[in-house]
């Protein structure tokens, strides 16, 4: 079975402090994983995915399948990174999307 | 195209009536989500549809949740009878088959059950 696990309901950090939200997964395949962003009233959308190894928005996120994690991090967060963040797997037999439980970050002035 | 769309944004019911969540996704993609959005469990995956079928309806917590899509173009997810602990945001997402495909949301509906 498929599960993402992110251990932290909640960041707060200053503004220009560094940032990084845990993502732990479980699959018996290949990997396929994704960040997605949720600012307030907008919708749910993608951030960034493991495949592409961009930065978004200065955000980056490195697969590591000997720890099975997936951890976004950004060097200076800013205080419109402020959203909720979801580390997402996805399971190509079946096109399966699964979240974790999400992790609120708040960037204070 | 406008995105996947939701209807209603929000809905304020008694314990014990129906609700019925509608979505449309876009148009062109082969595969529709429905999704749960609570504070404590974050986003569960209720159903999900290819091609208007049901693949994987496990996340579905309970007898009184149903879903249907019976064209490309509309999505329902029923909830009969309702109850308080049903209250949260729903979400409806499309995407077309294939690798790294990226996962399109509605804005969702918020559920009260009062």
């Known amino acids: 079975a498929q599960r993402v696990t992110q251990p932290e309901k909640l960041l707060s950090v200053f503004k220009g402090a560094p940032v990084e939200l845990k993502c732990n997964y479980s699959y018996s395949g290949s990997p396929e994983l994704f960040w997605y962003v949720q600012y307030s009233r907008q919708r749910l959308q993608l951030l960034l995915r493991?495949?592409s190894r961009e930065s978004i928005k200065g955000f980056t996120a490195d697969l590591n399948k000997g720890e099975t994690s997936f951890h976004l991090k950004k060097p200076f967060a800013q205080e419109e990174d402020s959203a909720m963040y979801y580390c997402?797997?996805?399971?190509?037999?079946?096109?399966?999307?699964?979240f974790g439980g999400g992790t609120r970050v708040l960037v204070k002035p | 195209d406008a995105g996947v769309i939701q209807s209603p944004r929000h809905e304020v019911t008694e314990m014990g009536q129906e609700v019925t969540l509608r979505c449309k996704p876009i148009?062109?993609?082969?595969?529709l989500f429905w999704y749960r959005q609570t504070m404590m469990r974050g986003l569960e995956l209720l159903i999900y549809?290819?091609?208007?079928?049901?693949?994987?309806d496990s996340g579905m917590p309970e007898d009184r949740f149903s879903a249907k899509m019976p064209n490309a173009s509309f999505s329902t997810l029923k909830i009969q009878p309702s109850e308080p602990r049903d209250s949260a945001v729903y979400f409806c997402a499309s995407s077309l088959v294939g690798e790294n495909t990226e996962a399109f949301f509605g804005q969702g509906t918020r559920l009260t059950v009062v």
């Open positions: 148009s062109g993609h082969d595969y």
């Open positions: 997402a797997l996805f399971k190509a037999a079946g096109n399966k999307l699964t």
């Open positions: 549809f290819n091609n208007n079928v049901p693949i994987d």
């Open positions: 493991h495949i």
